[in-house]
């Protein structure tokens, strides 16, 4: 082996050395980095998943229920947040919905964390910008927070008010004002 192919050697595991370093910490677990990457991909889904069920019409109860914190859930004060409650509860809700197949697009951005507020935990918190074809975008800060090992929707508040209509990231003053 030349000098030089010695040195192209030792600048190859150098490298990787270094790479191997960025994706795990020294007990094998993944990197800071990596689990804040992990949990912006989980919140987006869920949050995404979430706002599409709730603005689908008809709306999908047992979806949105789910995805929700028990807390979070219209039935918490009556039975401390049940599955079935909450599926009972929306679906009274939504019986008068009519059905709609405009086509919706929801899009999930400035996540990022949120402090606890009130009663609330902290947690993530996302904008939902949702649109229906023909009509305006409206949109929707949420508060996610774990439950269970998932994230969960722990809170939402309208986006759009007058306060709020040239803001492009509300996320956090809302989530900190919104009861």
């Not at 009556?78 to 009274?92: A, E, N, P, R, V």
Request: some cysteine; overall charge neutral; charged content about 20%.
């Amino acid at each position: 082996m030349t000098a030089r192919h010695a040195l192209t050697a030792a600048a190859a595991a150098a490298a990787l050395l270094t790479l191997s370093a960025c994706g795990s910490s020294d007990d094998g677990k993944p990197s800071g980095q990596d689990t804040a990457r992990q949990d912006t991909k989980e919140v987006t889904n869920t949050a995404q998943t979430y706002m599409t069920a709730w603005m689908s019409r008809p709306s999908q109860p047992e979806k949105m229920c789910n995805l929700e914190t028990k807390a979070a859930r219209p039935n918490y004060s009556k039975d401390g947040g049940s599955l079935k409650g909450c599926i009972t509860t929306y679906t009274g809700y939504f019986a008068d919905q009519k059905p709609d197949n405009t086509t919706l697009t929801v899009t999930i951005d400035h996540v990022q964390d949120v402090a606890a507020s009130g009663t609330r935990p902290a947690g993530k918190g996302a904008l939902a910008t949702c649109k229906r074809a023909g009509n305006d975008p409206f949109r929707y800060a949420l508060r996610l927070v774990k439950e269970d090992g998932a994230w969960r929707i722990a809170q939402s508040a309208e986006a759009d008010g007058d306060q709020y209509a040239h803001t492009a990231d509300p996320v956090a003053d809302l989530l900190a004002s919104a009861s």
